[in-house]
């Protein structure tokens, strides 16, 4: 709207994606009052995408992914209002393709994190405390990479694996 000269793009493309997982979950209670629990998840993804892109630029591929996800979760009821908890879990997001800027398929990114918590009621539930301490590592994370387009045309944004980050927190 206030460029000087103005750049009409026309992005044409047709693209196709189907996920099928596998899961189930399961608990078990241990104790003469079934304090002490464990549960586990687990999950497998298969992931295929395809694109057929005309315009501006040709892109034509097929990619498929698959990966093993899940959680282990151990918690400890120590009364009626008390609960403490640690968890270790492994997530994944299915890579792709960027229409928008003429680069080959990303990779899917890969999290393993971890938490350890209490959660906590009193006064009648009237009062809740939670507390948590996560840490979380990423690898092959996805992001958002501006560029300038070749011949002029303005800024792109790739999308790229840009290795592994790490956060942490209470």
Do not use: C, M
């Not at 009409?8 to 304090?35: D, H, M």
């Not at 971890?114 to 996805?142: H, T, V």
């Amino acid at each position: 709207r206030f460029r000087a000269i103005e750049n009409i793009s026309n992005v044409t493309y047709q693209t196709t994606a189907e996920s099928i997982a596998l899961y189930g979950q399961g608990e078990y209670r241990f104790g003469a009052n079934e304090e002490l629990g464990v549960t586990v998840g687990l999950r497998y993804t298969w992931d295929n995408k395809t694109i057929n892109q005309t315009s501006p630029f040709t892109n034509v591929a097929r990619v498929s992914f698959s990966e093993p996800t899940g959680h282990f979760t151990l918690d400890y009821r120590a009364s009626d209002s008390v609960n403490v908890y640690a968890k270790a879990a492994r997530g994944y997001r299915s890579g792709g393709f960027n229409v928008r800027t003429q680069q080959a398929a990303f990779q899917p990114e890969i999290i393993w994190s971890y938490e350890a918590g209490l959660k906590a009621q009193a006064w009648d539930n009237r009062i809740r405390f939670n507390l948590a301490a996560f840490y979380a590592d990423f690898s092959d994370q996805q992001i958002s990479q501006p560029v300038t387009n070749p011949g002029g045309g303005g800024f792109g944004v790739l999308t790229v694996n840009a290795g592994s980050t790490t956060y942490k927190g209470i």
